[in-house]
């Protein structure tokens, strides 16, 4: 019998960050969600976040020693499903980003107008997602 051995289970990590990090890049262009409304500046998406591929305390920091640029995250609990729940080290009491120009990408591009499904925002985010409808994929 052949038993897996822990550099295995590192490797397949490994190649499976460096996969959805690349796919990241090249997110289908499923649905185009119309997102109207503006910031207020209140902080909770850089305080309240979620990783979709990312589960366990290993994962993370596997994915923080890949790409350093996560490791201004930190977690900070677990949601009731046993989800991880991320936060940045730069958000300042205020709420705001205390590395507003050195802010990641996906910081820029945040709430992202393309995506495989609907986002879901924070309660009382200044911003709101709009479907569009059959009709006007017609017209
Ligand atoms: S949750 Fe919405 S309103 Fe609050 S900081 Fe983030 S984008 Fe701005
Ligand atoms: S870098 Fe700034 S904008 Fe990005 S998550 Fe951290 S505090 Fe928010």
């Not at 503006?38 to 305080?47: E, I, Y």
């Not at 924070?122 to 059959?134: A, P, Q, R, S, W």
Request: hydrophobic share 35%.
């Amino acid at each position: 019998m052949v038993t897996k051995t822990p550099k295995f289970f590192y490797l397949l990590s490994f190649v499976k960050s460096i996969y959805w990090e690349f796919k990241s890049y090249f997110v289908p262009k499923k649905v185009v969600y119309k997102i109207e409304g503006h910031c207020k500046r209140c902080g909770k998406c850089c305080n309240y976040m979620y990783s979709y591929d990312t589960y366990t305390e290993k994962e993370f920091k596997f994915m923080q020693f890949l790409f350093p640029k996560y490791k201004r995250f930190y977690i900070k609990g677990r949601d009731d499903f046993g989800n991880l729940i991320f936060a940045c080290k730069y958000l300042t009491k205020e709420g705001l980003c205390s590395q507003y120009n050195k802010r990641l990408e996906m910081c820029k591009r945040y709430p992202v107008r393309i995506l495989k499904f609907k986002p879901i925002l924070h309660e009382g985010c200044g911003f709101k997602v709009i479907e569009k409808d059959f009709l006007s994929y017609l017209k």
